[in-house]
C-alpha cells in the first residue's frame, strides 16, 4: 500500500499518485491510499489505474480534476483496476 498526503488543494498530485500505481502493479497489486487528518483537497490531472491496483479515498478526502471538477470525495470512495 502506498499512501500520499498532499492534499492542499492546488498540487497537481498526478505524478505521485501515478507513480505509487505503477509501484503497486510492479509489485503484483496492491492499493493507493489517500488520506489526511480530517478533510483534505487532492488534485490531478489524468491518472491510469493498472490491473489489480485499487485506489482508496478516506472519508471526508476529495479528489479533483486540475480542470476543478471532483472526481470523487466526501464519502469513503474505491476504485479498482482489478
Known sequence: ???LRVAD??????????AAINGCAANGGGLVRLLVAGK??????PITLTRHV?????AGVILRGTNGDVIAGVTPFFASGM
Open 54 to 58: 485499487g485506489l482508496h479515498l478516506d
Open 40 to 45: 483534505g483537497i487532492y488534485v490531478s490531472s
Open 9 to 18: 488543494g492546488t498540487t497537481d498530485n498526478a505524478a505521485a499518485i501515478q
Open 1 to 3: 500500500m502506498a499512501m
